[in-house]
């Protein structure tokens, strides 16, 4: 299926991590699939506002394709943002739009 994968960390808060693992399970899919589907979504659109993690939070650790780790760095580098607030933006917007949940 893919080829290769990266693993990238980010902060979450309790609230977003227990949020994420919620969905997933109603959803029926595993994180990782939840983890890309948001990051994926979150690169086709036009967001400019990004999200910074919570000081405070607890350091996650995920696996992304290859591909979609390089569209994070490219996006990363136009907006002028770290790598880790682009994956965090993209979890915590998808998760409030599919779940209608705001964190």
């Given amino acids: 299926m893919d080829t290769h994968e990266t693993l990238k960390q980010l902060k979450l808060g309790e609230d977003t991590r227990s949020a994420l693992k919620s969905y997933a399970a109603q959803e029926g899919i595993f994180l990782k699939q939840l983890y890309r589907d948001a990051v994926s979504w979150f690169l086709t659109s036009n967001d400019p506002e990004y999200l910074a993690s ?3 939070g607890v350091y996650i650790s995920i696996w992304l394709p290859d591909p979609i780790v390089m569209e994070v760095k490219t996006r990363a580098e136009e907006d002028s ?4 607030r682009v994956i965090y933006t993209s979890l ?6 599919k779940s209608k949940n705001i964190i």
């Fill in 54 to 56: 919570p000081r405070d």
């Fill in 81 to 84: 943002q770290p790598q880790n």
């Fill in 92 to 97: 915590v917007k998808y998760l409030a739009k």
